[in-house]
């Protein structure tokens, strides 16, 4: 495996990154299909146009985040910043499961952490679906605390756990 390099989105990065989360949220979208739920509204918002148009769109309040090896997206975090109250929120987060477990997540935690640090963020906050193990564990272990429960949140079933983490000063 080559060197992890850390930049931000550009256009180019559209059909790896949607990928990469599409591929990440299929445990979601199993269990939705299982539930004969519709899914099309999340794979249309994790589609290469939609990546492709954030991409294009650049504010000093948020950051797109791709990891990538040897010319490759390989992981994508978003994260933003609200300036009135100091928030900052970690929208999103997926690896290429071909490539997890090898600190690429880590990598991409410690970029965004470091963008909301540069604003004057105090405080950062996202949520997990309550199913998803795999993605507690890797916030917990990135620093965050489980701080309360959004019931059936995203979708009938599934319930969000609140998680937070204040910044160092």
């Keep these: 495996m080559g060197d992890v390099k850390i930049r931000d989105l550009t256009e180019k990065d559209a059909e790896a990154v949607s990928f990469i989360l599409r591929e990440g949220f299929s445990w979601w979208f199993e269990f939705q ?37 040897d010319g490759r997206p390989v992981g994508y975090i978003t994260a933003s910043s609200d300036l009135g109250p100091k928030l900052g929120e970690i929208g999103i987060v997926s690896v290429d499961p071909e490539y997890q477990r090898r600190g690429i997540g880590s990598k991409l935690m410690r ?33 965050f605390t489980p701080e309360g429960i959004l019931k059936s949140h995203f979708a009938e079933g599934i319930d969000e756990i609140c998680m937070g983490m204040f910044l160092e000063k």
């Design 111 to 143: 970029a965004a952490l470091d963008f909301l640090k540069s604003r004057g963020v105090r405080k950062i906050w996202t949520t997990v679906s309550s199913i998803n193990t795999p993605a507690i564990l890797y916030y917990i272990k990135n620093g």
């Design 33 to 69: 299909r299982k539930q004969h739920r519709d899914v099309q509204w999340l794979w249309d918002r994790l589609g290469p146009d939609i990546i492709r148009e954030n991409a294009r769109r650049k504010s000093e309040d948020s950051k797109l985040i791709v990891a990538e090896i």
